[in-house]
């Protein structure tokens, strides 16, 4: 008789395991979707950035970063070396990314000066690039970062 009063309690006992096993599976399916959900809710919000927010950001690291930086390097060469910024040109308003020219040229030879004009372009990435025509494009930061480092070694180099 022993064998049948332990049938009934090791049915219950494989029951009970049953059930807590499928509640196991149950919370590990919930939280991979409340996973799945917050993976989804902050990829739209990525989505969902105002691209006037971008524009902000971006035009205030131009007129934070590159125009500081030229005009700080225009007032320490102001004898030999002159800059032009270009901050509203009309092409490059209209433009999906916010950039802006600026121009460097000698001074002392004014009629026969060579000027060289050059764009700092902000990509939708948030990375920030100097380019030229007849230049590879030189990274000079990202506008999340508000150091101007590697954009007044540019300058440096240009001059």
Do not use: C
């Amino acid at each position: 008789m022993p064998d049948l009063t332990g049938r009934p309690h090791a049915l219950k006992d494989r029951r009970h395991r049953d059930v807590q096993f499928k509640e196991a599976l149950e919370r590990g399916k919930e939280a991979r979707n409340q996973k799945r959900r917050g993976a989804d809710n902050a990829r739209a919000a990525e989505r969902n950035v105002p691209v006037a927010d971008f524009e902000a950001q971006a035009r205030a690291w131009l007129d934070d970063v590159v125009v500081a930086s030229l005009q700080a390097a225009n007032a320490e060469v102001a004898g030999e070396v002159a800059f032009d910024i270009d901050t509203a040109s009309d092409r490059l308003v209209k433009a999906s990314t916010p950039s802006m020219r600026f121009e460097i040229y000698r001074k002392r030879q004014s009629e026969n000066a060579v000027r060289r004009m050059f764009t700092v372009s902000v990509e939708v990435s948030g990375a920030v690039s100097v380019s030229a025509p007849g230049m590879v494009a030189k990274d000079v930061g990202n506008i999340g970062d508000k150091s101007d480092a590697k954009f007044r070694n540019l300058v440096a180099e240009l001059i």
